[in-house]
């Protein structure tokens, strides 16, 4: 997104103001997701309405938006399909989270749930 492409700029004007010291790698976020968010992965998965824990049945896969873009209307985005670990629903979704790091989170302030 546009914040992202502002740091990346603020990144590459300090590389050549500072030299390699603000040196960075970039990663193809999709492939980033591909591998964090893998078949068997425990997370919490948006199911339209609430957030659920659920366990990934399949690796990130491109579609069409159910809503096009009229500035790109064969922008694709990325979906998970995901099985809610409580009782079973299927369901696909773009929203996912780590498990662990939201877990972490409510523990520190004392809540088992949002």
Not at 26 to 32: H, K, Q, T, W
Not at 49 to 60: D, T
Not at 78 to 89: D, E, I, T, Y
Request: with cysteine; charged share 30%.
């Amino acid at each position: 997104g546009g914040s992202q492409k502002c740091e990346v700029a603020y990144l590459d004007m300090m590389q050549e103001k500072c030299g390699q010291d603000w040196h960075y790698e970039g990663v193809d976020v999709v492939n980033f997701l591909k591998n964090e968010f893998a078949k068997g992965k425990v997370v919490n998965a948006f199911d339209g309405k609430q957030w659920c824990r659920g366990e990934l049945l399949a690796r990130p896969t491109l579609v069409s938006r159910s809503k096009p873009s009229p500035e790109d209307p064969n922008k694709k985005e990325q979906v998970l399909q995901c099985r809610v670990q409580s009782h079973g629903k299927v369901f696909t979704t773009e929203r996912v989270r780590h498990r662990d790091d939201i877990q972490k989170l409510l523990h520190s302030v004392g809540k088992d749930q949002f």
